[in-house]
């Protein structure tokens, strides 16, 4: 099935730890996205990428890195997390059934204490 | 950046009742989509509309994409206990976004009472 895969589902880090999301998708699409969810705020951009090789910074990018060195793999990474990154990360990818709609994957709920 | 106001905030209905929703936006899109999303999951998308004035249904929903395209709307007809969930407008191109960037309402959380 098309879609748009994300690992790990749950993670609970301290502050300061490192970690990265990946997100995979089988869709051969140029195109991925990284967002996070909070209560009352939606779904705001932090990066995304138009390309393999290629990333470019969203409406909320500090505190995180990516990387697509490969087209089917997009990772977000938190160098040293804080607090304030507790939330829901979603990836997606457009979708091969609706022009200009996105495929997401099922999220991943980070929480940082 | 570009923002979609998506009203109401949240609607607590009973079953059976039907349901609207709106988006509004200073700027024109060219394409309006329409999301849902489960508690613990992802958005699914529901809907697309590609042209000003377009109805387009699917089962018990319905969405309209504005003439003046800078607005949309979402009616649920009958609503069911599975109904309940977060749903979002989104929009894209014209001058309000670009091609594949989409701008998303901040949701309307949909509560069912059986």
């Known amino acids: 099935n098309a879609g748009v895969t994300q690992t790990p589902k749950f993670r609970v880090l301290k502050t300061g730890q490192s970690m990265t999301l990946l997100c995979a998708q089988d869709m051969n699409h140029e195109y991925m996205y990284w967002y996070r969810q909070d209560p009352g705020m939606g779904l705001r951009l932090i990066h995304y990428?138009?390309?393999?090789?290629?990333?470019a910074k969203g409406e909320v990018p500090d505190g995180y890195n990516v990387s697509r060195l490969k087209k089917q793999n997009f990772l977000l990474g938190l160098e040293s997390a804080a607090p304030s990154q507790t939330s829901v990360y979603f990836c997606?990818?457009?979708?091969?059934?609706?022009?200009?709609?996105?495929?997401f994957g099922s999220g991943t709920r980070l929480t940082v204490v | 950046g570009q923002q979609l106001n998506q009203s109401p905030q949240s609607m607590f209905i009973q079953e059976g009742e039907d349901v609207s929703m709106n988006c509004t936006s200073s700027s024109i899109f060219n394409t309006w989509l329409w999301y849902k999303q489960d508690p613990g999951e992802g958005p699914v998308l529901l809907i697309a509309?590609?042209?000003?004035?377009e109805l387009t249904s699917n089962g018990r929903l319905t969405a309209q994409f504005g003439i003046t395209r800078k607005d949309s709307f979402l009616n649920i007809s009958a609503s069911i206990p599975s109904d309940v969930g977060i749903y979002f407008c989104?929009?894209?191109?014209?001058?309000?976004?670009?091609?594949?960037?989409?701008?998303f309402g901040k949701g309307t959380l949909l509560t069912v009472n059986p």
């Open positions: 990428s138009v390309g393999e090789g290629t990333t």
């Open positions: 997606a990818s457009p979708s091969p059934r609706f022009v200009y709609g996105y495929t």
């Open positions: 989104a929009g894209q191109g014209g001058s309000g976004g670009s091609n594949y960037k989409l701008t």
């Open positions: 509309l590609y042209k000003a004035g």
